[in-house]
Structure formats: structure tokens, C-alpha cells
């Protein structure tokens, strides 16, 4: 597997947890700063851009 697919990956895993925790985040009244820090913390955490 080269970088770039490695890197797809990485994304593409990032935005379906927080595509998951997004929904869930909406159906359990989460704050919206609170889910905003958790959004980019697994972005940071797959190492990979936030583009919103």
C-alpha cells in the first residue's frame, strides 16, 4: 500500500467515526462545542485534515 492510499484510508475511517458519532451526537443533544472538539480530535488522532 503506498502513502496516498494509506492516507485515503486514514480519512476515510476519520469520517465515518465521526460521521457515527456525528448522529449520535444529534439524537443525545451533545453541545455543539463539545462535539466540535471531539470532531477534531479524531481527526488529529487518524493524523489527517479537517476540511469542513
Known amino acids: 500500500m503506498?502513502?496516498?492510499?494509506?492516507n485515503d484510508l486514514k480519512l476515510s475511517e476519520?469520517?465515518?467515526l465521526?460521521?457515527?458519532l456525528g448522529m449520535f451526537a444529534e439524537?443525545?443533544?451533545?453541545p455543539k462545542?463539545?462535539?466540535d472538539s471531539?470532531?477534531?480530535?479524531?481527526?488529529d488522532?487518524?493524523?489527517v485534515p479537517h476540511d469542513r
Open 45 to 47: 488522532f487518524y493524523q
Open 33 to 35: 462545542d463539545l462535539w
Open 18 to 20: 465521526a460521521s457515527q
Open 38 to 43: 471531539l470532531e477534531a480530535t479524531i481527526y
Open 14 to 16: 476519520a469520517r465515518g
Open 2 to 6: 503506498n502513502k496516498s492510499d494509506s
Open 27 to 30: 439524537e443525545n443533544d451533545i
